[in-house]
């Protein structure tokens, strides 16, 4: 049985008082509901913050990207050594939002895939299709796409124990979410083709849905056999909004 994991994706929202008045809620919120794993990934600035809010709870935290490389002269950048230095245990790596505004390759995101594991950290690999490639009906064959470039580089072996997120482009802060079906469907072609290549990895790799997830379409998910838990964008900045998801998890 893979426990059920809810991911909060702040994005570049916050700043310190709003996010102690947040964390705080969250803390009082979140803590009772010990048969899900809740992780909230903050901006870079804000790790330190969440380290100390958040370090004898049972909610964990991270970041948001990483470098693809281990030190050097990387002007802007910041190490997987570094978050793990802030206590951080998560990384989103190839969010859309980043992926399209800021270029960044399937091969590098692969790298920072790999890189993000051999620091210790869970990378949180976000894949998912446009909408006009799911009108097209080639949304299999795009994520397969994504999920190649880490496999043809590193064997499929490196998704066991790791996070992959469903995040359809045209999901994300549109309102309007994947139906469970149309989301069940895309998770268990991950799976399978995980599955053809490492049985093992593909049972214990989680796969969440994001896009629009909230309170009321939540449970609808995450009954789902092959949705693990949710990466929550704008619901999880309002606590209340966020428990409900992670109410609809237990
Ligand atoms: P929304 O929940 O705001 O649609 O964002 C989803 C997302 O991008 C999570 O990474």
């Keep these: ?17 709003r996010n102690k008045k947040l964390l705080e809620a969250y803390v009082e919120k979140l803590t009772p509901l010990n048969s899900v794993n809740i992780v909230v990934c903050v901006p870079y600035p804000y790790l330190a913050q969440a380290q100390a809010m958040l370090q004898n709870t049972d909610i964990a935290w991270g970041a948001q990207n990483l470098s693809k490389d281990a030190e050097g002269a990387f002007t802007g950048e910041v190490s997987a050594a570094m978050l793990k230095d802030f206590g951080a245990s998560y990384v989103i790596i190839g969010h859309s939002e980043r992926a399209t505004a800021y270029c960044e390759s399937d091969e590098n995101i692969a790298i920072k895939f790999k890189q993000a594991q051999t620091q210790g950290l869970t990378p949180i690999l976000c894949v998912g299709e446009t909408l006009i490639e799911r009108e097209a009906g ?78 009321q379409n939540a449970v609808q998910l995450l009954v789902m056999q092959d949705i693990d838990g949710g990466l929550i964008g704008k619901c999880s900045l309002n606590a209340q909004e966020f428990e409900g998801i992670c109410r609809a998890a237990t």
Excluded: C
């Design 138 to 215: 080639v949304m299999q064959m795009v994520v397969a796409k994504q999920l190649d470039a880490i496999i043809n580089l590193f064997g499929a072996a490196v998704f066991a124990n790791a996070v992959i997120s469903y995040e359809p482009i045209w999901a994300i802060g549109t309102g309007l979410a994947a139906s469970a079906e149309q989301a069940q469907s895309m998770h268990k072609f991950i799976r399978n083709r995980i599955a053809s290549l490492d049985e093992v990895a593909a049972a214990s790799l989680k796969i969440l849905y994001g896009g629009s997830v909230n309170p």
């Design 1 to 17: 049985m893979r426990q059920k994991l809810i991911i909060a994706n702040w994005k570049m929202h916050g700043n310190l008082a």
